[in-house]
């Protein structure tokens, strides 16, 4: 028998900006996908309009274009099993619905609301817990109650109703989970789930199920909330007589502290975002790329979370990444996000990315950097990047280079306070004046030093401290050279006049 082609697929609901947990889920998706030479498809599931939120579908495909992970088939790109939009599907539901109602795992109900709610109260003052299952669906008002002339009836005349799955009575339901391994869950726990709801449109289970089944895809790999719906998704499948896909359940990310899921609230509490990319909506978010960190930091640190590569090597790349993936080894226990690690990671990103495309990234932190020669500033972040752990690092790392110090450290301004420092801004002053080229001026500076009995290391930290504002910053040439003579006259000057 020849294998199947692998086909998998990320399937987020269009109800807000996307969160780094549904990130991670894509990556696996996608890292499975390109091991195996399958096929990577991004499906929108949006029945329930109720929950959609303008833009989230535009958030979602920029945030994969973003992070580099490509799709092969999905909305606007199209494909073979198209339509990728499920609000697009309503016919193929429609015409699967009446399958699972022909031959009697599925069935019309017309409880209202009310009715139900009633029925809830009931089970609540015995202490128990509402089922619409085997146990009481005789009672309650649906087909498999009424007389059928009754159902015709109710429904030509346009009754509000529900189409409910008839789960079984009595069944060990055996699931399998490549993560999780083998588990065994009772049938009488599961309830006669609603599979189209009274405006017509599929829920989350029936649509899921049916459009894996139509889009082949063979495995179905998402975030642990949606193991409990495992069993019920099996009970589905069987029921259609359709083949299963293979499930993997991803472990949970968990917020820093370990204690609870990666949410936004914590994600602010300790100082970061839980985005890729900013959202724009009623209320806007900064994403990871406006923190400064690069698509190829997050992509190598979220592989991270629930699998460790079989490699000595922490720094890998995409197709990297892709190589070496293997869904078999990602562990069930739930993954602390650690932002150090992120920093870390993002940090030796930084150090194999291009300059000309940290430039980029850098203009996305922060706007006054559109507005300076792009060519120097690549050279800029070419000097600093050494020490930047994210992009935003990088725009106080090189500003020195661009703008005269406002700030002096006062520190730095006490260490070189002694006696001698007028001498040496007034030696500074003159030698930018008539030293032939900024390649000559720290030597002449030190020469002079000599010659007035001055220790090269006052002059040089002086000099620093006049360019950079502090201590810091790289080697004194390199900043002599790129700001020029002149504005190394001009901070002197100004130093002079202001500290002195
Ligand atoms: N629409 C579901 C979600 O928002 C998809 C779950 C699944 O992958 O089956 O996460």
Known sequence: MTKKPTRVRFAPSPTGPLHVGGVRTALFNYLFAKKNDGAFVLRIEDTDKKREVEGAEKYILDSLKWCGISVDEGPKIGGEY???????????????????????????????????????????????????????????????SMQKKEVEMLISRGEKHVVRFLSPKDKTIETFDIVRGHSRIDSNLIDDKIL??????????????????????????????????LALHQLLYESFGWEKPL???????????????????????????????????????????????????????????????????????????????????????????????????????????????????????????????????????????????????LWGLLNYLFYDPIKFDEKSVTRIKKEGLEKILSAILLQCKSASGEEVFINDLKAWGEENNIGAGQIMMSLRVVLVGSLNGVDLQKIVSFVGLKNVARRASRFLGTNI
């Not at 009274?198 to 949606?226: C, L």
């Open 82 to 144: 198209g339509p990728y939009r499920q609000s697009e599907r309503n016919r193929l539901y429609n015409k699967e619905i009446e399958s699972l109602l022909d031959s009697g795992h599925a069935y019309y109900a017309f409880d209202s609301e009310e009715e139900l709610s009633n029925q809830r109260k009931e089970c609540e003052k015995k202490g128990e817990t509402f089922m619409y299952n085997w146990r009481n669906r005789l009672e309650l008002k649906n087909s498999l």
């Open 196 to 229: 189209i709801k009274a405006d017509g449109t599929p829920t989350y289970h029936f649509a899921n199920i049916v459009d894996d089944h139509h889009m082949k895809i063979t495995h179905v790999i998402r975030g642990e909330e949606w193991l409990p719906s």
């Open 247 to 393: 499930f993997a359940h991803l472990p949970l990310i968990l917020n820093p502290s370990g204690k609870g899921k990666l949410s936004k609230r914590s994600g602010e509490k300790s100082g970061f975002p839980v985005f890729p990319i900013k959202w724009r909506g009623d209320v806007s978010f900064e994403g990871f790329r406006e923190f400064g960190i690069l698509p190829s930091g997050l992509v190598n640190y979220l592989a991270t979370l629930g699998w460790t590569p079989d490699e000595e090597a922490e720094i890998l790349e995409i197709t990297e990444l892709i190589k070496l993936f293997e869904l078999e080894k990602v562990v069930s226990a739930g993954a602390n996000f650690d932002l150090e690690k992120l920093k870390w990671n993002n940090h030796k990103h930084i150090q194999n990315t291009k300059d000309k495309i940290l430039v980029e990234e850098l203009c996305v932190c922060f706007n006054e950097a559109k507005s300076l020669n792009e060519k120097l500033l690549i050279k800029a972040v070419g000097l600093v990047k050494e020490r930047a752990n994210t992009v935003k690092d």
